[in-house]
């Protein structure tokens, strides 16, 4: 069985700012491993954030190598000590706004990775953020609501990869999923 974790980065949440990731059971039969490389992670990225931001009707993002740095710190980071959680950005000024992803190593492209973020948007609904999930789990609409945040203007992500999995962070200024913030 292919599994893959997700989990979106809330900030300034009076909020449990802990949400369980959620588990993802995708179908897989194709035994090749996914095509990588940077110039196809920047490539997929900035489509597929855009055309998600292009159907809720706000401002493309733009790839920002500073972010990419710094997300490819953490997911190395990830990799290394297998763990799966929320970079806790001590001292970062400004916070930078963070989605995550862990697969099964070489099961997912990079499409499918964002792919599984986006997909949340079936649970979005308008609202005051955090109530604007459908199912009234503010956490299963986490990474959809950063990657649409409006004024957020940059996003930088990165892989990295051990033995069993495949760890994508994607980070983003300014940040989003700011609690009190209106969506429509």
Same mark, same amino acid.
């Given at each position: 069985?292919?599994? @893959?974790?997700?989990?979106?980065? /809330?900030?300034?949440?009076p909020? #449990? @700012?802990?949400?369980?990731?959620?588990? !993802?059971?995708v179908p897989?039969t194709d035994?090749?491993? !996914?095509?990588?490389?940077?110039?196809?992670? =920047?490539?997929?990225m900035?489509? !597929?954030?855009?055309?998600?931001?292009?159907?809720?009707?706000?401002a493309?993002?733009?790839?920002? &190598?500073?972010? #990419? =740095?710094?997300?490819?710190?953490?997911?190395?980071?990830?990799a290394?000590?297998? =763990?799966?959680?929320?970079?806790p950005?001590?001292? =970062?000024?400004?916070?930078?706004?963070?989605?995550?992803?862990?697969g099964?190593?070489d099961?997912? $492209?990079? $499409?499918?990775?964002?792919?599984?973020?986006? &997909?949340?948007?079936?649970?979005?609904?308008?609202?005051?953020?955090?109530? /604007?999930?459908?199912?009234?789990?503010?956490?299963?609409?986490?990474?959809?609501?950063?990657?649409?945040?409006?004024?957020s203007?940059? *996003?930088?992500?990165?892989?990295a $990869?051990?033995?069993?999995? &495949?760890?994508?962070?994607c980070?983003?200024?300014?940040?989003?999923?700011? *609690?009190?913030?209106?969506?429509?």
């Open positions: 069985m292919v599994r @893959a974790l997700l989990t979106g980065l /809330v900030l300034l949440l909020v #449990a @700012a802990t949400a369980n990731p959620q588990t !993802a059971t897989w035994k090749r491993p !996914a095509a990588r490389g940077s110039q196809l992670l =920047r490539s997929t900035v489509a !597929a954030h855009n055309e998600a931001r292009r159907q809720y009707g706000v493309p993002l733009f790839w920002d &190598d500073g972010l #990419a =740095r710094d997300a490819a710190v953490y997911a190395q980071q990830l290394r000590t297998g =763990r799966f959680e929320h970079d950005q001590r001292g =970062r000024r400004p916070p930078q706004g963070e989605n995550l992803f862990m099964t190593r099961a997912y $492209s990079y $499409s499918d990775m964002i792919g599984l973020l986006v &997909d949340e948007r079936r649970y979005y609904r308008p609202g005051r953020f955090p109530a /604007v999930s459908r199912t009234g789990d503010w956490s299963q609409v986490a990474h959809y609501t950063q990657i649409i945040w409006p004024a203007r940059r *996003v930088g992500c990165a892989t $990869s051990n033995r069993a999995n &495949d760890y994508l962070v980070r983003y200024l300014p940040a989003g999923n700011v *609690v009190g913030t209106v969506l429509r």
